[in-house]
T-cell receptor, first 112, second 115 residues
Framework: DAGVTQSPTHLIKTRGQQVTLRCSPKSGHDTVSWYQQALGQGPQFIFQYYEEEERQRGNFPDRFSGHQFPNYSSELNVNALLLGDSALYLC???????????FGSGTRLTVV | QKEVEQNSGPLSVPEGAIASLNCTYSDRVSQSFFWYRQYSGKSPELIMSIYSNGDKEDGRFTAQLNKASQYVSLLIRDSQPSDSATYLCAVNMPLGSYNTDKLIFGTGTRLQVFP
């Protein structure tokens, strides 16, 4: 039973570019949440998707956007990259958003 | 005041000792509490969850919850060098009218277990 799969594992982008990160939830899970973890910090909630809709957004600008597909997989898009966007981006899936989130291995984004 | 507070450490304990990690949270609406272990460069791994006041034991790990004091702790007995990692405390926060929640994390406590 595959867990949460994220791709790519590492990414280097230049300031101003755009990036797309991908996530496949654990089998049986229908809810996907995205978190950003800067160095030395705890993960910060970006947004959550359920039934292809964004349920709530954390304190992140509109440069951060997402999508969920009918098969429950999800994408996180970040436009106009800033140096401060460098972080580990984590995808977490759950069943209906409750009782335990399973995290993927993350995508390490470096903006230069 | 931060929503979830942890001492950043490092907390250094000798092999075989008990490591005690603490966490306080600010919002009484939180009902679910989690401890994640994160090795350097890796993603968080859930090691304990607790929902009711009192103690919950799983192997060498014991989670303690006191909702009146808004306090969660994790005890690691017989600490091993392989336990050296950052331990993240997380609490749930309901998402408005939706029947779901998000996790609010502390900044983590770095634990070092030396031989």
């Amino acid at each position: 039973d595959a867990g949460v799969t994220q791709s790519p594992t590492h990414l280097i982008k230049t300031r101003g570019q755009q990036v797309t990160l991908r996530c496949s939830p654990k089998s049986g899970h229908d809810t996907v949440s995205w978190y950003q973890q800067a160095l030395g910090q705890g993960p910060q909630f970006i947004f959550q998707y359920y039934e292809e809709e964004e349920r709530q957004r954390g304190n992140f600008p509109d440069r951060f956007s997402g999508h969920q597909f009918p098969n429950y997989s999800s994408e996180l898009n970040v436009n106009a990259l800033l140096l401060g966007d460098s972080a580990l981006y984590l995808c977490a899936s759950s069943f209906s958003g409750y009782y335990g989130y399973t995290f993927g291995s993350g995508t390490r984004l470096t903006v230069v | 005041q931060k929503e979830v507070e942890q001492n950043s450490g490092p907390l250094s304990v000798p092999e075989g000792a008990i490591a005690s990690l603490n966490c306080t949270y600010s919002d009484r609406v939180s009902q679910s509490f989690f401890w994640y272990r994160q090795y350097s460069g890796k993603s968080p791994e859930l090691i304990m969850s607790i929902y009711s006041n009192g103690d919950k034991e799983d192997g060498r790990f014991t989670a303690q919850l006191n909702k009146a004091s808004q306090y969660v702790s994790l005890l690691i007995r017989d600490s091993q060098p392989s336990d050296s990692a950052t331990y993240l405390c997380a609490v749930n926060m309901p998402l408005g009218s939706y029947n779901t929640d998000k996790l609010i994390f502390g900044t983590g406590t770095r634990l070092q277990v030396f031989p």
